[in-house]
């Protein structure tokens, strides 16, 4: 048997993967706001929130010029009509990360000026995860969305870092079984 060398190393090397994709699915995504633009007037962020899949877990950074723009978390009253007088957080560093530690809906605007009415608000919502912590009666602003596990290929061409870490999870283990 000269294939048993082989066979043990790449199984070694599977399990490693394993492994190393497994620490992936329990770690959160940091999302940059507005990419590259960060948080500054002339931005879609309701574009920008469509392309982006928020678990529990996740983290959303603020770039911003700290001189120009802060970032106040409102609820949804202060998101709609643009008030920051009631914040639940406000940050003027320049570089601001919140946690978006469970499921439901959370509120982001830019409370100089009239920034937040010319398009610096953001709403996030935040689903849970198909294998993480259970559905939020607390979420009322939009229904999770449907989690099949056939359908891996959704129609924005998004698959989140956990469903994709998840997936390569079954396929290592599908390969290591067949090397037992
Ligand atoms: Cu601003």
Redesign the pocket.
Do not use: P, T, V
């Given at each position: 048997m000269t294939d048993g060398k082989w066979s043990s190393s790449y199984k070694a090397l599977s399990l490693l993967l394993l492994v190393i994709s497994c620490a992936l699915c329990a770690s959160g995504t940091t999302h940059i706001v507005g990419d590259s633009s960060g948080?500054?007037?002339g931005v879609n962020y309701d574009a920008w929130t469509a392309n982006q899949t928020f678990v529990p877990g996740d983290v959303l950074e603020f770039r911003?010029n700290r001189l120009?723009?802060?970032v106040v978390e409102v609820n949804s009253d202060g998101y709609s009509s643009c008030s920051s007088s009631s914040p639940i957080r406000q940050e003027t560093d320049g570089n601001t990360t919140f946690t978006l530690s469970a499921a439901g809906t959370r509120y982001f605007i830019?409370?100089?000026?009239n920034?937040?009415s010319?398009g610096?608000r953001l709403q996030v919502d935040v689903t849970a995860s198909s294998t993480a912590s259970p559905p939020s009666p607390a979420s009322t602003a939009s229904p999770p969305p449907p989690v099949s596990p056939t359908n891996n290929e959704n129609k924005a061409g998004i698959l989140s870092p956990v469903h994709a870490a998840a997936v390569v999870c079954a396929g290592l283990l599908v390969v290591g079984l067949g090397m037992f």
């Open positions: 948080w500054e007037l911003y120009q723009h802060d830019c409370g100089i000026s920034h937040c010319n610096m």
